[in-house]
Each structure stands twice: as C-alpha cells, then as structure tokens.
C-alpha cells in the first residue's frame, strides 16, 4: 500500500509570533504546489493564531504540540481541543518524549488525550520511543509494544484511521544521534505488526508511522525513502525555512 508521507515541524518552544510569521511568509512560496506530501507546522500555542493566519490557503496544516484531555476545566497553562479547533488548527501531537520526561505523562494519559482527538476530529500525532537505557538493554521491542497498547487502549478499528504514529528514539532527540535507516526501519516493523495484533491487518497497512529523531536535510532521503517510513516529525531542523524545505523535498 501505497501511504503519502507527513512531514511535520515541531517549533518546540522557539520563536515570537513575528518570527513564526515571517517563517511561514518565506516557507510558503517555496513549497508552493508540492502536493506529493502532507506539511504540518506545530507551533507553541501562543503562536497558533499567527501561524494559522499566516497558512490560511495553502498546503501547509498547522496543529498543537500538546492538548489537554478534558474539554474544558481548571487546567491553568493548558489547551482544549476547543481551544484548538476555534483558532482553526487541525492536528495535535499527542506524547511527545519531551512532555512524558519532563511532564510526566503516562501511557494512560496518552491514551485520554487520544480519545479526546478522535472525538472532536483533531487529527492526532501519537509519539512513541525508547531512552537510549532501554535500547541498549534490548528492550525496545517491549517498550515500543507496552506503548502502543496503552495509547490505543479502547480504540476501535473504525476510529484508528487518522492517527498517526511517530517513532522517535529519544537517545536521537536533539542529540545530533541519528538512528540509521535499518535502524528505524527495524522499529516501524515492530510498531506496524503490533498495530496489526490490535487493529487488524488492514488498519495497519494505512497507518502512516513517521520517524523523529535529529532529522536533518541530509539524513532525510535515506531516512523517508525506506518503504516502512512514512515521513519525519521534525525538531531543530524545521525552524528554518531553506532546511525545513529540504527535508521536504527529500
């Protein structure tokens, strides 16, 4: 099967809104037209506004870091899918190795802010990975699958279509630590059968499975080319518009 590949840039937490806005004003003409994949901004949330504007029209989606998974409440500091979808973004991350180290999120957590998504049709990035103690004590097949069935947990089939999946090896985040592409490929095929065991076969040969980790315009292609690889969810190297375009046009 035939999957379009996802090329998402996570901002994390860099730029002013002018910044952002004079990103997306010299990015946009340069992927102009290039509709043979799908582009995503993820900004700060206080960017989204700008940003959104900035996008309006084009064939670039823009979508939040993180949401809450209550529809509303007291949550001082956080986002609500409502919030989200008024201001007009569409995608969220959902996990991120960045928000379960320092923010604590769990498996469970993961799996109420999936449900939150679905429900409201904000189309989630679910990020799974291991720290580098898990690889090289061989236990990334276990943590991948302890990952995927507790973000999925009481997803159905039929609601499982727009998800996406992001493996990221957290040892390779902003670490210039690149998994090479046997290595990436080796954790998609992991993560692909274990959506297969909870899904179906036919859910997980749609699913698209992107790779995060130190992607860089010149680890892109070999990265992106592999079949099993559906795109890159993009951190330091998408906060220029000449390199974000590159990786874009692997």
């Known amino acids: 099967m035939s999957r379009k590949a996802f090329i998402a840039a996570n901002w994390k937490m860099y730029k002013?809104?002018?910044?952002?806005?004079?990103?997306?004003?010299?990015?946009?003409?340069?992927?102009?037209?290039?509709?043979?994949?799908?582009?995503?901004?993820?900004?700060?949330?206080?960017?989204?506004?700008t940003v959104i504007e900035a996008a309006r029209g084009s064939n670039v989606s823009v979508g939040a870091q993180n949401i809450h998974f209550a529809e509303e409440g007291a949550y001082t500091g956080?986002?609500?899918?409502?919030?989200?979808?008024?201001?007009?973004?569409?995608?969220?991350?959902?996990?991120?190795?960045?928000?379960r180290q320092y923010f604590a999120e769990t498996d469970a957590i993961v799996?109420?802010?999936?449900?939150?998504?679905?429900?409201?049709?904000?189309?989630?990035?679910?990020?799974?990975?291991?720290?580098?103690?898990?690889?090289?004590?061989?236990?990334?097949?276990?943590?991948?699958?302890?990952?995927?069935?507790?973000?999925?947990?009481?997803?159905?089939?039929?609601?499982?279509a727009p998800i996406f999946i992001a493996?990221?090896?957290?040892?390779?985040?902003?670490?210039?630590r690149t998994a090479t592409p046997e290595m990436a490929v080796e954790a998609h095929i992991i993560i692909r059968a274990e959506v297969a065991k909870l899904l179906g076969a036919k859910v997980a040969a749609a699913m698209r499975i992107l790779y995060g980790g130190s992607v860089k315009p010149d680890n892109a292609t070999a990265l992106i080319s592999e079949e099993e690889i559906d795109g890159a969810l993009v951190g330091g190297a998408s906060?220029?518009?000449?390199?974000?375009?590159?990786?874009v046009k692997y």
């Open 16 to 49: 002013t809104p002018g910044q952002a806005k004079a990103f997306v004003d010299a990015f946009l003409p340069l992927v102009a037209g290039h509709d043979r994949d799908e582009i995503a901004l993820f900004p700060s949330p206080v960017l989204l506004p």
């Open 78 to 99: 956080e986002t609500s899918v409502g919030q989200l979808l008024a201001v007009g973004g569409t995608h969220t991350l959902i996990g991120h190795s960045e928000r």
């Open 111 to 160: 799996n109420k802010k999936l449900h939150t998504a679905l429900k409201h049709g904000v189309i989630p990035v679910v990020c799974i990975g291991e720290v580098l103690a898990e690889r090289e004590a061989g236990k990334t097949e276990e943590v991948l699958k302890t990952q995927i069935a507790g973000a999925f947990a009481g997803i159905t089939a039929e609601a499982a």
């Open 167 to 176: 493996y990221e090896p957290v040892w390779a985040i902003g670490t210039g």
């Open 239 to 247: 906060l220029k518009p000449d390199s974000f375009t590159a990786i």
